[in-house]
């Protein structure tokens, strides 16, 4: 679904993504590690289309299609889902709102009618159980008063309610007690089907414990240097990333 | 992700924003009886022998009129208004009546214009639930549902028929609350007021429907200067509303009206304005100059007065509607959200004047700047040293959607004892990249991202206006907007 060919951006004339190179399929969980300043979360905010970032070589496509060339609305439309590292608090509009609106514009994307407020209403119960988040929260402001885990579960409540094809949950896992950890995995594996695929971006290897990756690649000053099985977060999380490193250093 | 500022992207959009059309902003090809450009004593007995206006009322015209000539235009103001030549402005402006003697009868072309604006005139059209006094330039075309009021013993008909019909209410009100000396604007008013609303709601009674006036400038190169005056005695209550609109013309129109309100015992008012005068082209060519004083007298014990406001449109706004709270318990409320585009400014707030003790008042102003604009708010919580116990909460917010647009605030608190409490909270926050793109991720356009966080900001002054001046004040929001972010 997902080819990335030598994708190269920069943010503010500084080259961040140097030349990456991934394709995903469908039923397939990705996991993105490397260390600080690798340009995990670049590699996000690029794919989702975010204004902030310039891309300055490469392709992707999404299904076919050139992703790059796509706004960032349409790209969610799309299929396309990132579950924010911060998510942002939108002061005064509630979440039934917020993803009402959401629901609709991809309805309109695809020629359909608006959802009724009943059934939105139903779609929005049913889904929320998924992270259990409550009744209370879905009525509340978007993220606004929200602690750390409660927006980690919104984000992912948001991925339910537009049943991405391709999700990526850029470092789903900080902040998050135990407890939340394993609430919001488990709602990413609740989601996950043969259909749609993820990318997980994450420094540890806590995260992958309970959502389990086919793949695992390190990014390292822009690149993807070593991919493997799951295999390799293990290793990593023993040996840490200075031997991959000193690796690539020493070929360069 | 890194918070980072996009000024170029953000001009660009702003750009985008400022050609979204004013679409109020036609003119109704309609014979309009002007009187001559000019204003001296002469030009004012005219406007009121046109009016037939009884003595009392040529005078009180002429003493206001004469003590404007002793006045000079303020200028404490956070606006710019640049010097009015007063004697290059008509004065009074009517759309002709096609056939004498049966004015009852209302003009085709006109009908069409509210038709066009959305306020029905007729009243069969009784879905809208809502009486409407319609106001084209000088004078007052037409009143709804009338008749079926006045069973109830409620008043709603023009100023000038009010003067004929019911001199002596209006006599004992007029200039009581805004005496002509109030004011350079309001002094002026009171010496050419063309026409406006008159509403009385006697003892006890509720009023069943909304009350609406709608004003309309439709004549080039003359000023409107309406005058409403709503009385509510003891017991009553009417909720009110107030919508404007006006041609787009490259010159400079002047507006200057005065709302007064009498409030008695255990009365309740209601008082709600979407303000959507034509607001200038995006390079701040032509507008409105909208200043007017707004003033309502809680008078009696455990009165209340609420003022709710949406003013997007005018090039210049300036206009405090305030409580004079006499009343022992009389409770006073100011809601607005005012915002400003393009090279638009506004000086808006409120003064809560608390004289009776125990009385209490609530502010909620919410500001919001784009593209060269600048917005002000102004308000003064006085509370009397013998007005015991008495409360005021004050939240006045800011948002800026552009670097080139400011917001500010002038507060002014003087509590004169112990026993009262003021409370004052302020923010001022800029609509970020973050918040848009995160909404894009879901799926929403830019456009409609800042629609949905500007109604959000707004949401609580927005939640105080009647249902369905509710739903149009949000999309007035969103158009007068339009994706304006920087």
Not at chain 2, 177 to 188: C, E, G, H, I, Q
């Amino acid at each position: 679904m997902l080819v990335i060919k030598d994708l190269q951006a920069s943010i503010e004339e500084k080259q961040i993504l140097k030349g990456i190179n991934l394709t995903v399929k469908p039923g397939e969980v990705h996991a993105i590690m490397g260390p600080n300043g690798s340009g995990k979360s670049t590699l996000s905010a690029v794919l989702t289309g975010n204004p902030a970032y310039t891309v300055t070589g490469g392709s992707v496509e999404f299904y076919g299609k050139d992703l790059l060339a796509l706004s960032p609305e349409d790209r969610a439309h799309e299929g396309l889902f990132l579950s924010f590292q911060y998510p942002v608090e939108i002061p005064g509009v509630s979440m039934v709102n917020f993803m009402r609106t959401a629901l609709n514009e991809k309805r309109k994307y695809f020629g359909q009618e608006p959802l009724s407020a009943a059934d939105f209403l139903k779609i929005m119960r049913e889904k929320r159980t998924i992270v259990q988040l409550d009744n209370k929260l879905a009525s509340r402001a978007v993220n606004e008063g929200f602690s750390g885990g409660e927006k980690k579960r919104n984000e992912i409540f948001q991925m339910a309610m537009l049943e991405p094809k391709l999700s990526i949950l850029d470092e789903t896992d900080s902040g998050l007690d135990i407890d939340a950890l394993r609430i919001v995995a488990n709602g990413v594996n609740t989601l996950k089907s043969k259909d749609n695929a993820t990318i997980v971006i994450t420094h540890y290897q806590r995260l992958l414990d309970y959502i389990k990756p086919d793949f695992v690649h390190v990014l390292y000053k822009g690149r993807i240097v070593m991919s493997a099985g799951p295999e390799l977060a293990l290793e990593l999380e023993e040996k840490g990333y200075d031997w991959i490193k000193e690796q690539v250093d020493s070929q360069q | 992700m890194k918070e980072i500022e996009k000024p170029e992207k953000g001009n660009q959009i702003i750009e985008e924003a400022a050609q979204a059309e004013y679409k109020y902003g036609f003119v109704t090809d309609i014979e309009t009886e002007v009187i001559p450009k000019g204003l001296d004593e002469d030009v004012v007995r005219r406007i009121s022998a046109l009016k037939g206006e009884p003595e009392w009322l040529l005078e009180f015209r002429l003493k206001a009129y004469r003590h404007w000539l002793t006045l000079k235009a303020p200028t404490w103001g956070h606006v710019h208004v640049p010097e009015i030549d007063y004697q290059d402005i008509s004065y009074y402006a009517a759309p002709r009546h096609k056939k004498e003697g049966e004015a009852k009868e209302i003009d085709p072309e006109l009908k069409k214009t509210f038709d066009k604006l959305g306020i029905p005139l007729e009243e069969q059209m009784r879905l809208s639930g809502m009486a409407v006094d319609a106001v084209m330039d000088s004078v007052s075309v037409k009143t709804t549902y009338r008749e079926r009021l006045a069973e109830l013993g409620v008043i709603f008909c023009s100023i000038s028929e009010a003067v004929k019909d019911y001199p002596d209410l209006v006599r004992k009100y007029l200039g009581k609350v805004v005496p002509y000396t109030d004011n350079f604007y309001a002094a002026l008013n009171s010496a050419v007021f063309s026409d406006g609303s008159f509403v009385y709601i006697p003892k006890g009674v509720r009023c069943p429907m909304e009350l609406s006036t709608y004003f309309r400038i439709n004549a080039a190169q003359t000023g409107q200067f309406e005058r409403t005056l709503i009385v509510a005695d003891d017991d009553a209550y009417v909720s009110y509303l107030e919508g404007c609109t006006a041609p787009m013309r490259d010159e400079n129109q002047l507006h200057a009206a005065i709302v007064e309100i009498v409030v008695e015992d255990r009365a309740e008012v209601k008082y709600s304005t979407v303000q959507n005068w034509y607001p200038g082209d995006k390079d701040g060519k032509g507008g409105i100059y909208n200043l007017v004083t707004k003033r309502g007298l809680c008078r009696g014990d455990h009165s209340k007065l609420s003022w709710t406001q949406v003013e997007t449109g005018s090039a210049i706004t300036w206009k405090y509607p305030s409580c004079v709270l006499m009343g022992d318990h009389s409770v006073g409320e100011f809601y607005s959200v005012a915002l400003t585009n393009n090279w638009q400014e506004a000086d808006t707030g409120t003064k809560m004047i608390h004289l009776g003790k125990h009385s209490t008042s609530t502010i909620v102003s919410k500001g919001i700047s784009a593209g060269h604009s600048q917005n002000s708010y102004r308000g003064m919580v006085k509370i009397a040293p013998k007005a015991t116990g008495c409360r005021n909460f004050t939240q006045c917010d800011s948002l800026l959607l552009s670097d080139t647009s400011g917001a500010h605030t002038f507060p002014v608190i003087e509590v004169g004892n112990d026993t009262s409490v003021v409370e004052h909270e302020a923010t001022t926050s800029k609509i970020n990249e973050d918040q848009i793109f995160y909404c894009n991720q879901r799926g929403i356009s830019t456009e409609d991202a800042v629609g949905l966080i500007v109604n959000g900001y707004a949401k609580e002054v927005m939640a105080k206006l009647p249902m369905e001046f509710a739903v149009e004040a949000q999309k007035l929001l969103s158009v007068s907007l339009e994706g304006a972010v920087g």
